[in-house]
C-alpha cells in the first residue's frame, strides 16, 4: 500500500509525471519547434522518416505546443534538419534560440481566423519573432520575440488595420482581458440601407439603370463597406484571399457588369450579418467571463485597530482578517476564523446544496454566505483565488486547438484559393471556349466568390469549443483544453484510484463485537482509551466514533507503541494489548472460531484490530475506507454510457475486491505501485482511450499515461488546476459522466455544424452551375450559414 492510500490524506492531483525513455549511449537532445506539425498523421510522417536515421536514438512528440524532442549521438544534426525539410516541415531548434521575451497583445478586431491567418502571414516572417500563439476567443496573441522587436510588431499590426494593446510584457500570463466593447454605430447602417432599398426601387420604376441608381448604390456601397474595403484592400496587398478581399472584388465586379442596385445590396447585407456575427460571437467569447461578476468588488477587512472598513478586495493582503455577512458574496480565498454557516459553492464546484462551513474550513471567492456571519482569513489575493485561475484556465484551454479545428483550419487553408480558381475558370472558359455570354458567366463567377470564404465552416469549431468549455465550468469542471473535451466521448476505459476517489480517505469503524465474557461497553471504553494514545489513521477512526457515542474515555498508564502490530499500555492496572492479526499470533490468543470471524471481515474489504486482556480477547474493531454514495451512482452512468472500469488501488487485493463490488466497478488490482498502476492503464489503453482518475502523487504516472487524466478535489489547488487534463472541482465522480455526456453532445454539435456550413456551400455551386443564385441570395447563404453555426454552438451553454 502507498503511503498516502495507508494514511488516507487528501493529497491533491501531482504535476503530470510524463514517462521518459533512457538510452544505454550517452545521448543528446534537440528540441525543435515545428510550426506545421499538427495532427498525428504529420507525426507519423515524421517518425518514419527521422527513426531509421543513423544515430538518432529516439523522438518525443508533443503536438500540442509543435515541439519535437530528438535524442540522438550525432555530431551534427544537418541530416536530420534536411530529413525534416525534405517532408515539408519547418522546423527551428527551439533549445539554441535566445530566451527573448514574450508579450501578451489584445486584438479587439481581431475576431475570426482569416484575420489570425492575416496577422500570422504579416508576423510570421518578421525578423526577430519566434513564436505566434493565437487566443481568438478571447482576442489576444502572444509574441515571442527578441527584444527591440516590439515596436516593429505593433507597426506591422497597424499597418494591417488592427490596434494592439499590450497586456502583459513578462510572461504572457492569461489575463483576464476584454477589449472594450464600443457601442455599433448603425446610422451608416442606416443610411447604407434606404439608399440600397431606393437603388433597387428606382431601378425598378425605370426599367434598367438610371443615373439616380448608380448614385445610390455608390452612397450605399461606401456608407456601409467602406470599412471592407479596406480590409480587403490590406488582404490582397498581403496576398491572403479572405472574406472581405472577396466581397469586395464581387462587389466591384458587379459595379462593372452594370448591376448596380445587386452590388449595394449585397454590400449592406454583408455589413449588416458582419454586426449580427459578432454580437453572436461575443456572447460565447463572454460565457466564462459572466463569472467575473460573481465576485464583489468591495470587502470588509479588519484594520489595526480593529475596526471595520470596506476595502478594494484587489487591495486585500494574504492573512488579512475578512467579515461576510447573511447573503453577501465571498470575495476572497480563505479559511473560517469565527462563525458559522452554509455557503453556496455551486458557481465553484457545481455543488447543487450548501455547504456548511465552521472554523477550519476553506471559502472560495464567488460563493454566496446563505445564513450565519462568520469571519475568515484571506490565503489568497484576488488575482490568484480558485476563480481567476479557473478563468485564466479556460481562455487558455480556448486558445488551443481541438483535432476537429485543426481539421477544418487545414481544408480552409486550401478551399478559398481552389474556390477562387474556380471561379475565374466560369468567367473564362464558357466565353472563350463555347461562346457563351460574358456577363452571364462573370455574374456567376461573382456569385461562386461571395460563397467561396469558408467563415461558418471554421468559426463552428471554435464557437462550440469555448460553449462546451464554457458550460463544464458553471458545473465544476475544468476542462483544459479542447482537445480533451473531443476526446471524452471516445472514452471506453476509466481507471480508478480507490482512497480518496471512490472512498472518503478517511477510516471510519464499522463493526464492535464483543467477545468472551467482556462487557461492550467496559471494552469499548478500554479500546478507545488505548487507541487515544496513537496517531494511527486506525487508531484515529476508533476515537472518532467513540466520542461520538459518548463513551467515556479512561487513563492509560505504561502506554507503548509496538510498530507494526499496535499497542499495549495498562488501564484501571490491568495490561491490555490493541493490535492487529500479528499481535494476536505473538500473545498466542488465536482460535479457529476467532480466525474465521477476522476473516470474513477482512473479505469485506475492512482492517481488524483487536482487544486483548488478562483473559484473552475481548473485542473486535473493524475499521473501513467507506465509500461515498456518489462513486455508485457515478459507476452506474458510466456503465450506462458503455464505459468500463477498473480500480487501481496500493490496497490488498481483499479489500480491492471488496470495495470494487459494493461499487459495482468491473474489475479490481491491488498491491500495485505507482508505476504498477502506470503499466496497466497502459495495457487498458490497447482497446480504446482511457481515462484516470486519482488524487494523489502515487496516482501521477498513471494520471500521465492515460488520454485524459482527470483530477479529484482541485478546488483551491494550485496544482490541481494547473496540471491535469481536467479538473473536478470537488470530489464528486458523478462529474465525470456529465463530462462524457458535455463531450458527446459536443462532437454532435460540430458534426452538425460542418455538414450544415459545407451543405449550404455545395447547394449554392450547384444552384451557381445551374444559373439560379443570385448575390444577394448568396450573401443571406454565407452569413446565414454563419450565424446558424455560431447559434448551435451557443446551445451547448444551455446544458
Not at 520 to 531: C, D, F, N, Q, Y
Amino acid at each position: 500500500m502507498s503511503e498516502c492510500e495507508s494514511t488516507g490524506c487528501g493529497c491533491s492531483a501531482s504535476p503530470r509525471i510524463l514517462p521518459k525513455t533512457q538510452d544505454a549511449h550517452a545521448a543528446e537532445s534537440a528540441i525543435y519547434r515545428i510550426e506545421n506539425m499538427d495532427c498525428p498523421t504529420e507525426e507519423a510522417l515524421i517518425r518514419g522518416k527521422l527513426a531509421g536515421l543513423p544515430g538518432v536514438v529516439g523522438l518525443d512528440f508533443n503536438l500540442m505546443q509543435r515541439t519535437l524532442a530528438v535524442r540522438h549521438t550525432l555530431a551534427s544534426l544537418t541530416s536530420v534538419e534536411q530529413g525534416l525539410a525534405a517532408i515539408g516541415m519547418h522546423a527551428v531548434r527551439a533549445d539554441t534560440e535566445p530566451a527573448g521575451q514574450t508579450t501578451r497583445l489584445g486584438i479587439a478586431k481581431m475576431d475570426c481566423p482569416t484575420e489570425e491567418a492575416l496577422i500570422r502571414n504579416k508576423l510570421a516572417t518578421m525578423a526577430g519573432v519566434a513564436d505566434l500563439d493565437f487566443n481568438l476567443m478571447q482576442r489576444t496573441l502572444n509574441v515571442r520575440h527578441a527584444e527591440h522587436v516590439l515596436p516593429g510588431v505593433l507597426s506591422a499590426l497597424q499597418a494591417l488595420g488592427f490596434e494592439a494593446q499590450v497586456l502583459d510584457a513578462a510572461n504572457a500570463a492569461p489575463t483576464a482581458f476584454a477589449p472594450t466593447q464600443t457601442a455599433t454605430n448603425w446610422w451608416p447602417l442606416g443610411i447604407s440601407l434606404a439608399a440600397a432599398l431606393a437603388a433597387e426601387t428606382v431601378y425598378w420604376l425605370h426599367g434598367g439603370n438610371h443615373w439616380s441608381v448608380m448614385v445610390l448604390a455608390l452612397v450605399a456601397i461606401f456608407t456601409g463597406g467602406l470599412s471592407t474595403y479596406k480590409k480587403g484592400w490590406i488582404a490582397l496587398k498581403n496576398r491572403n484571399l479572405n472574406m472581405n478581399a472577396l466581397m469586395s472584388i464581387a462587389v466591384t465586379g458587379a459595379m462593372l457588369i452594370g448591376h448596380w442596385p445587386e452590388a449595394a445590396m449585397v454590400m449592406v447585407l454583408f455589413a449588416l450579418a458582419e454586426v449580427i456575427e459578432a454580437k453572436s460571437l461575443d456572447r460565447a467569447r463572454n460565457a466564462i467571463r459572466g463569472l467575473l461578476d460573481l465576485t464583489p468588488e468591495q470587502a470588509s477587512v479588519q484594520q489595526p485597530d480593529q475596526s471595520w472598513r470596506e476595502v478594494d478586495a484587489k487591495q486585500v493582503a494574504i492573512g488579512s482578517r475578512v467579515r461576510v455577512k447573511p447573503g453577501e458574496r465571498i470575495a476572497l480565498d480563505g479559511q473560517v476564523l469565527e462563525g458559522r454557516s452554509t455557503v453556496n459553492q455551486a458557481p465553484i464546484t457545481g455543488e447543487s446544496l450548501p455547504v456548511e462551513k465552521a472554523p477550519g474550513d476553506p471559502v472560495f471567492a464567488g460563493t454566496i454566505n446563505e445564513s450565519g456571519a462568520f469571519e475568515y482569513r484571506v490565503t489568497a489575493v484576488a488575482s490568484n483565488s480558485t476563480l481567476a485561475r479557473i478563468i485564466h484556465a479556460v481562455e487558455a484551454a480556448q486558445g488551443s486547438r481541438a483535432p476537429t479545428q485543426r481539421f477544418v483550419d487545414q481544408f480552409a487553408r486550401w478551399y478559398t484559393p481552389i474556390v477562387f480558381g474556380v471561379a475565374i475558370t466560369i468567367a473564362l472558359v464558357p466565353p472563350l471556349v463555347m461562346g457563351a455570354a460574358w456577363l452571364d458567366w462573370i455574374y456567376s463567377a461573382l456569385v461562386l466568390l461571395v460563397v467561396a470564404c469558408p467563415c461558418a465552416l471554421v468559426i463552428s469549431t471554435p464557437v462550440s469549443i469555448v460553449s462546451g468549455l464554457a458550460a463544464a465550468a458553471r458545473h465544476g469542471i475544468l476542462i483544459k483544453g479542447g482537445a480533451y473535451l473531443e476526446e471524452g466521448r471516445k472514452l471506453r476505459w476509466l481507471a480508478l484510484d480507490k482512497t480518496g476517489t471512490i472512498t472518503h480517505g478517511k477510516p471510519a469503524q464499522t463493526d464492535f463485537i464483543p467477545w468472551g465474557s467482556a462487557l461492550p461497553a467496559e471494552a469499548h471504553s478500554i479500546a478507545a482509551s488505548l487507541a487515544a494514545r496513537s496517531d494511527h489513521p486506525v487508531s484515529k477512526a476508533i476515537v472518532q466514533t467513540a466520542g461520538a457515542e459518548g463513551i467515556a474515555l479512561r487513563e492509560v498508564a505504561d502506554f507503548t507503541a509496538l510498530p507494526g502490530r499496535g499497542v499495549r499500555g495498562r488501564v484501571d492496572g490491568v495490561a491490555y494489548h490493541l493490535g492487529n492479526h500479528r499481535l494476536l499470533d505473538e500473545l498466542g490468543h488465536c482460535a479457529p472460531e476467532l480466525e474465521q470471524r477476522v476473516m470474513t471481515l477482512e473479505a469485506e474489504g475492512k482492517t481488524v484490530v483487536m482487544l486483548v486482556g488478562a483473559e484473552g480477547v475481548q473485542a473486535l474493531v473493524a475499521v473501513a475506507d467507506t465509500i461515498k454514495d456518489t462513486s455508485r451512482n457515478a459507476v452506474a452512468e458510466l456503465h450506462a454510457l458503455g464505459i468500463q472500469t477498473m480500480m487501481l488501488t496500493g490496497d490488498n487485493p481483499h479489500t480491492a475486491s471488496a470495495i470494487a463490488k459494493q461499487a459495482g466497478i468491473d474489475r479490481a488490482q491491488g498491491n500495485l505501485l505507482p508505476d504498477d498502476k502506470q503499466r496497466e492503464v497502459e495495457q487498458l489503453a490497447q482497446n480504446g482511450k482511457v481515462g484516470m482518475v486519482g488524487d494523489g502523487i502515487n496516482d501521477a504516472p498513471a494520471l500521465a499515461r492515460a488520454d485524459i487524466g482527470f483530477a479529484m478535489g482541485a478546488a483551491g489547488t494550485d496544482t490541481a488546476i494547473e496540471t491535469a487534463d481536467v479538473a473536478l472541482m470537488d470530489d464528486d465522480l458523478r462529474k465525470i459522466p456529465t463530462f462524457v455526456r458535455l463531450s458527446r453532445a459536443t462532437g454532435q454539435v460540430l458534426m452538425q455544424n460542418i455538414v450544415l456550413a459545407l451543405g449550404i456551400k455545395v447547394v449554392f455551386l450547384v444552384l451557381t452551375f445551374a444559373g439560379h443564385a443570385t448575390m444577394w441570395m448568396a450573401v443571406f447563404a454565407d452569413m446565414g450559414a454563419s450565424l446558424l453555426v455560431v447559434g448551435n454552438g451557443l446551445r451547448l451553454l444551455r446544458r
